[in-house]
Each structure stands twice: as C-alpha cells, then as structure tokens.
C-alpha cells in the first residue's frame, strides 16, 4: 500500500515539496501530526515493521473516509498544483515522507505484503 501512496501522492508531492519553501513547511506540519498521532520514531527493525504497517492503516483509514464522502482523491498534477492541494492529499504527502524517512534508501513499502490502495 504505501508503494503505491508513493506513486500516485508522494512521488510528485516531495519533490514539490523540496522546491516549494511554504509548501514544505505544510507538509513538515502534517508530517509531525501524522507522527504524534502514531508515535511513530523508532529505530529497531521490528518496530519499522510495526511503524510502517501503522502508517499504511492510517493512510488506509483517511482513503476510506474520502471514500465514504463519495469524494475523490484529487493529487495535483504539477508542483505549483500542490500549493493548493487539499487536506487529504498533503495529509497522505506526509505519510509517504513518514515511510520515506522510515526505510531510508530503500523502497517504500518493502517490510512486508501490505493491502493496496485500489
């Protein structure tokens, strides 16, 4: 689940997010919200698994909740697009920063067979 998140939020919206000063402190913001929430900041190899499966419900459970809005998930097209993204699409950003900063310098969701986001 949170490869695909990547692919289809956090992909674009981190590289905007780097390039956009006031767009990346929105998504700094979110990013600290989604951490408290989960308390999620941990650093052994099993609790990555569990930070990691964590952030995949919560991103599950913020998809669900649009879904059951009969709303779509609107993902800005271009970076500029992201200056006015709405809260459900920087709040699913900083789940992928979240899992990025979990598994550095591997891919997002590798810690185990994760639900998709289909």
């Known amino acids: ?3 695909r998140l990547h692919e289809q939020v956090g992909a674009a919206g981190l590289i905007a997010a780097a390039a956009i000063p006031g767009l990346g402190a929105v998504v ?4 600290a919200a989604v951490r408290d929430i989960l ?3 941990v650093e ?3 609790v990555v698994v569990a930070g990691s499966v964590l952030l995949a419900g919560y991103a599950q459970g913020v ?3 649009l879904r059951e809005s009969d709303r779509p998930l609107r993902v800005p ?3 500029i697009g992201w200056l006015h ?3 459900v699409s920087v709040r699913l950003l900083a789940v992928c920063a979240l899992a990025k900063d ?3 310098g591997r891919p997002v969701g590798s810690t185990g067979n994760l639900p998709s986001l289909a």
Do not use: I
Not at 28 to 31: L, S, V
């Open 44 to 46: 052994s190899g099993a």
């Open 28 to 31: 700094d913001q979110h990013t």
């Open 1 to 3: 689940m949170l490869d």
């Open 39 to 41: 308390t999620v900041g």
């Open 63 to 65: 998809l669900d909740h």
């Open 77 to 79: 097209a271009d970076p």
């Open 102 to 104: 979990l598994r550095p």
């Open 85 to 87: 993204a709405d809260w």
